[in-house]
């Protein structure tokens, strides 16, 4: 996946017509939405997550802190084998 089609996936996620701001790192790309400054003069960025798409393909949700913090703690724990957040893509399967 390029940086591109990362974007296209989470602007399609989303269901926004802003940008998307992704971050590439080892094990995928970090990314977030960019608001309009109308949409950050109404607090649309207070709790504002970060997602992280795997290099698998799984996007998973992650709390509103910086990017570069998110990406840290996310390539620490893939380098032991997990993945970290709520995964909101595939969407999961509730019986398994």
């Not at 602007?11 to 590439?24: K, M, W, Y």
């Not at 949700?61 to 620490?76: C, D, G, V």
Request: proline share 9%; hydrophobic share 40%; aromatic share 8%.
């Amino acid at each position: 996946m390029s940086s591109e089609e990362a974007r296209q996936l989470m602007a399609r996620l989303l269901g926004t017509d802003n940008p998307v701001t992704v971050f590439q790192f080892e094990f995928g790309w970090a990314a977030q939405e960019t608001l309009s400054p109308r949409q950050r003069a109404q607090g649309r960025q207070l709790g504002q997550g970060v997602f992280i798409i795997d290099q698998t393909g799984v996007v998973t949700a992650h709390p509103s802190l910086p990017p570069p913090l998110i990406i840290k703690r996310y390539a620490a724990a893939r380098r032991e084998g997990r993945i970290t957040g709520r995964q909101i893509w595939p969407v999961p399967d509730p019986t398994g």
